[in-house]
Nanobody, 124 residues
Framework: EVQLVESGGGLVQTGGSLRLACLVS????????VGWFRQAPGKEREGVSC????????YYADSVKGRFTMSSDNAKNTVYLQMNSLKPEDTAVYYC?????????????????WGQGTHVTVSS
C-alpha cells in the first residue's frame, strides 16, 4: 500500500520561505513520479509541481515557476518542496501525491495516492 506523509507547513509572512517534505512508502520500484497539489478555499485544485524519481526531472505550474523547487532524497524516500518568495495566494492545503503523470502541460494525480495534506498560510 502506497502511503505519503507530508510535513513542514505553517504560517509565514509574504516573501518568506517554507520547505515541505513528503515521506513516500509502498512502492516496489522507483519508476514513478511524485507531485504536489494544493487546494485553497473556493478555488480549484492545482497541480503545483512534480518530480520523476528515476531521473529527477521536474515540472512546475506557471504560478510557482521560479519560486518553488522540488527535489528528492531517494535514500530517505522523501521528496521536498522548497517554497520561496511566498505570496498570500500561495495559501492552501498542500498534498503530496504519487504516482502522478505530466501530460498536456498539466500534472495529473487522480489515480494516485494522496497524503493527508499540510496547511500553508501566507500572511500579507
Amino acid at each position: 500500500e502506497v502511503q505519503l506523509v507530508e510535513s513542514g507547513g505553517g504560517l509565514v509572512q509574504t516573501g518568506g520561505s517554507l520547505r515541505l517534505a513528503c515521506l513516500v512508502s509502498g512502492f516496489t520500484s522507483d519508476g514513478y513520479s511524485v507531485g504536489w497539489f494544493r487546494q485553497a478555499p473556493g478555488k480549484e485544485r492545482e497541480g503545483v509541481s512534480c518530480l520523476s524519481v528515476p531521473d529527477g526531472t521536474t515540472y512546475y505550474a506557471d504560478s510557482v515557476k521560479g519560486r518553488f523547487t522540488m527535489s528528492s532524497d531517494n535514500a530517505k524516500n522523501t521528496v521536498y518542496l522548497q517554497m520561496n518568495s511566498l505570496k498570500p495566494e500561495d495559501t492552501a492545503v498542500y498534498y503530496c501525491v504519487a504516482p502522478v503523470t505530466y501530460y498536456g502541460g498539466k500534472i495529473w494525480g487522480d489515480f494516485g495516492s494522496w497524503g493527508q495534506g499540510t496547511h500553508v498560510t501566507v500572511s500579507s
